[in-house]
C-alpha cells in the first residue's frame, strides 16, 4: 500500500495535468459550496488530491479512515467539512459536462448526488489505483468510476516503458 501512494504521488510530479481518457471536469474556488457538489482538496503540498462529496450542514462524505486520507479500515464514511479539509486552506468544487462521449456518463442532479453518497456508506471496498476517493466521488455525481489521478499515473508510466 505504502509503495502504491510513494509511485503515484512521485507519479504526480513529473506527468503532465491532464489525459484524453478521463471525466472531463472544471474546478472552482471560492465559490458558494451546495449540497451534491463533488469537492475536493490538495494535499502533500499539490501532490495529490483527496476527493468528497458535500452533504450538506457542514458534512462530507469520503473514502478515507477515521485518522486521515490512507491508513487501516479505510471506508466511506461522513465527516465534518473542517476534518475533511484536515488543515487544508482551500477546497475545490469539480464541475462536470451535462453530456459526454464516455459510455455510461449521466449528470445527476445534486439531490441525486448525494442520495448516491449515502447509499455507499459504510463500504469497505477501497483500493488506491480502483476504487479510491475520487473513483467514489465522480461515480457519485456522473456513474462513472474514475480517477484522473490514476489515469495520469497509467499514462506516465506507460511513457516511461516505451522510452526505455
Excluded at 491508513?71 to 461522513?78: A, F, L, T, V, Y
Aim: proline fraction near 2%.
Amino acid at each position: 500500500m505504502i509503495l502504491k501512494l510513494l509511485i503515484l504521488l512521485a507519479a504526480a510530479l513529473l506527468l503532465p495535468d491532464e489525459t484524453d481518457d478521463t471525466v472531463p471536469q472544471e474546478t472552482e474556488k471560492d465559490k458558494q459550496i451546495r449540497p451534491g457538489d463533488v469537492i475536493f482538496v490538495e494535499r502533500a503540498g499539490n501532490l495529490y488530491r483527496h476527493y468528497g462529496v458535500y452533504v450538506g450542514d457542514g458534512e462530507v462524505i469520503h473514502y478515507s479512515s477515521e485518522d486521515g486520507d490512507f491508513g487501516e479500515n479505510i471506508s466511506i464514511h461522513k465527516t465534518v467539512m473542517e476534518r475533511f479539509l484536515d488543515g487544508a486552506g482551500k477546497y475545490y468544487i469539480c464541475r462536470f459536462p451535462k453530456q459526454s462521449r464516455i459510455k455510461g456518463y449521466h449528470l445527476y442532479t445534486k439531490r441525486e448526488t448525494v442520495e448516491r453518497a449515502y447509499r455507499r456508506l459504510g463500504e469497505r471496498k477501497y483500493d488506491l489505483l480502483g476504487n479510491n476517493c475520487e473513483h467514489f466521488a465522480v461515480w457519485c455525481q456522473t456513474n462513472i468510476s474514475d480517477s484522473s489521478q490514476v489515469k495520469k499515473l497509467e499514462n506516465g508510466l506507460l511513457s516511461l516503458i516505451e522510452d526505455a
